[in-house]
């Protein structure tokens, strides 16, 4: 068997060093060694893996110019989710967080069998995956699930977050957005039943709950965001530890909302525990609560809530509604390492 090219990359300014393998791109070859760099989507969507490329030739694969636009590539930044070499590199990485590399796990695949699908509200579902073996991860990462090709029908790969906290290794769930014509959403009513198999790859994600903070926790989310915000709060309250957490969430109509009661029982159970939800489309009559867009819901509420301590912030849901709420929390005053998201971004192709 002909041998494989192999390169060295040098990441600084950690000093890490690690192999990258012909064929593969510099992010997967840091998930297969085990290092967590910082990034999202890993599919050239949301910028999150952005780096400068100090040194080496590279090539990069298709990407959307919203995560890196022809300004930053013409002053050598990369995207390393789609960065392949072609030489020895040295590469600078802009975003990275020591928290991050320390709790690195090693991503695997691993076989899975689905236990249930059953419906949240009309248009989201939760759905339950039995894995061969515990599924080691922080509260707030995601997975890539394949359902295998069967006939005419090619594989389907997409990611999507666990609602399970990761006191559940073997079996996880999963909030899920359906849309009509979705390749794989549109197969959680009748497609995909309890006993189907399917393929969990990672853990991934960046946007995992960080542990003994003591200033207060915010967690935003719209639609089917609440899957790794659910977990970070369940995860939160298995931890004992004591914080102030608001959890807004944006839907459209109250007819969107779900988990009410369980909202009302945390809130019973925790000291300083809010929930916040916003509806875009409220009809003008019967809803007392907040309205318009949950950006909104939290720049009104941060700029009268006495919240003191350092804030630490969780946003997870559609990229329009992280592209707006991360200003408002920057204008709040949350230190950018402090900030952590998820954009459910759409696969390139
Ligand atoms: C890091 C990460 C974590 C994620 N976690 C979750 C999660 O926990 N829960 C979850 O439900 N999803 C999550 N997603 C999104 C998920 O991976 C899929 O993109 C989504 O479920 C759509 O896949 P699909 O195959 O059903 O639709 P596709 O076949 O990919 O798309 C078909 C059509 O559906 C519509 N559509 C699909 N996605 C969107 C969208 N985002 N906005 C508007 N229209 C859309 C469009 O009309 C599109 O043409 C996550 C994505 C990422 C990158
Ligand atoms: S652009 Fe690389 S992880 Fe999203």
Request: glycine residues 8%; contains cysteine.
């Given at each position: 068997m002909p041998l494989k090219h192999m390169h060295t990359v040098r990441l600084e300014p950690v000093g890490i060093e690690m192999d990258v393998e012909e064929g593969e791109t510099v992010l997967e070859a840091a998930f297969r060694q085990g290092i967590a760099l910082m990034h999202g989507?890993?599919?050239?969507?949301?910028?999150?893996?952005k780096s400068l490329l100090v040194e080496g030739d590279i090539e990069l694969m298709k990407y959307s110019t919203f995560a890196l636009p022809d300004y930053e590539k013409e002053t050598d930044h990369v995207l390393l989710c789609r960065t392949h070499a072609y030489s020895d590199l040295i590469v600078e990485l802009l975003n990275f967080d020591e928290d991050l590399l320390r709790r690195s796990i090693p991503v695997r695949s691993y076989e899975a069998e689905v236990r249930a699908v059953s419906p949240l509200t009309q248009d989201i579902r939760l759905l339950e995956v039995a894995i061969e073996a515990p599924l080691k991860f922080w509260a707030g990462q995601y997975v890539d699930l394949t359902i295998p090709a069967t006939g005419d029908t090619p594989a389907i790969t997409r990611s999507f977050s666990m609602s399970s906290a990761p006191s559940s290794p073997e079996v996880l769930s999963f909030i899920i957005k359906k849309y009509p014509d979705g390749a794989f959403s549109a197969r959680l009513d009748g497609g995909l039943k309890p006993g189907d198999r399917l393929t969990a790859k990672g853990p991934y994600g960046t946007c995992f709950r960080r542990e003994a903070r003591p200033g207060p926790m915010l967690l935003i989310g719209g639609g089917s965001g609440m899957s790794p915000l659910w977990s970070m709060l369940a995860d939160h309250i298995e931890s004992g530890e004591q914080r102030p957490v608001r959890f807004f969430y944006g839907a459209?109509?109250?007819?969107?909302?779900?988990?009410l009661e369980e909202f009302a029982a945390i809130a019973r159970g925790l000291d300083d525990f809010r929930f916040i939800p916003a509806l875009s489309?409220?009809?003008?009559?019967g809803w007392h609560g907040e309205r318009g867009f949950i950006h909104e819901t939290v720049r009104r509420y941060l700029a009268t809530a006495q919240l003191g301590g350092e804030i630490d912030a969780y946003a997870c849901g559609p990229p329009a509604m992280i592209d707006a709420v991360l200003p408002v929390l920057q204008m709040a005053g949350v230190e950018p390492f402090n900030i952590h998201f998820d954009k459910f971004t759409q696969p390139s192709s």
């Amino acid at each position: 068997m002909p041998l494989k090219h192999m390169h060295t990359v040098r990441l600084e300014p950690v000093g890490i060093e690690m192999d990258v393998e012909e064929g593969e791109t510099v992010l997967e070859a840091a998930f297969r060694q085990g290092i967590a760099l910082m990034h999202g989507c890993k599919e050239g969507q949301c910028g999150s893996c952005k780096s400068l490329l100090v040194e080496g030739d590279i090539e990069l694969m298709k990407y959307s110019t919203f995560a890196l636009p022809d300004y930053e590539k013409e002053t050598d930044h990369v995207l390393l989710c789609r960065t392949h070499a072609y030489s020895d590199l040295i590469v600078e990485l802009l975003n990275f967080d020591e928290d991050l590399l320390r709790r690195s796990i090693p991503v695997r695949s691993y076989e899975a069998e689905v236990r249930a699908v059953s419906p949240l509200t009309q248009d989201i579902r939760l759905l339950e995956v039995a894995i061969e073996a515990p599924l080691k991860f922080w509260a707030g990462q995601y997975v890539d699930l394949t359902i295998p090709a069967t006939g005419d029908t090619p594989a389907i790969t997409r990611s999507f977050s666990m609602s399970s906290a990761p006191s559940s290794p073997e079996v996880l769930s999963f909030i899920i957005k359906k849309y009509p014509d979705g390749a794989f959403s549109a197969r959680l009513d009748g497609g995909l039943k309890p006993g189907d198999r399917l393929t969990a790859k990672g853990p991934y994600g960046t946007c995992f709950r960080r542990e003994a903070r003591p200033g207060p926790m915010l967690l935003i989310g719209g639609g089917s965001g609440m899957s790794p915000l659910w977990s970070m709060l369940a995860d939160h309250i298995e931890s004992g530890e004591q914080r102030p957490v608001r959890f807004f969430y944006g839907a459209r109509t109250a007819a969107d909302l779900f988990y009410l009661e369980e909202f009302a029982a945390i809130a019973r159970g925790l000291d300083d525990f809010r929930f916040i939800p916003a509806l875009s489309d409220a009809p003008p009559e019967g809803w007392h609560g907040e309205r318009g867009f949950i950006h909104e819901t939290v720049r009104r509420y941060l700029a009268t809530a006495q919240l003191g301590g350092e804030i630490d912030a969780y946003a997870c849901g559609p990229p329009a509604m992280i592209d707006a709420v991360l200003p408002v929390l920057q204008m709040a005053g949350v230190e950018p390492f402090n900030i952590h998201f998820d954009k459910f971004t759409q696969p390139s192709s």
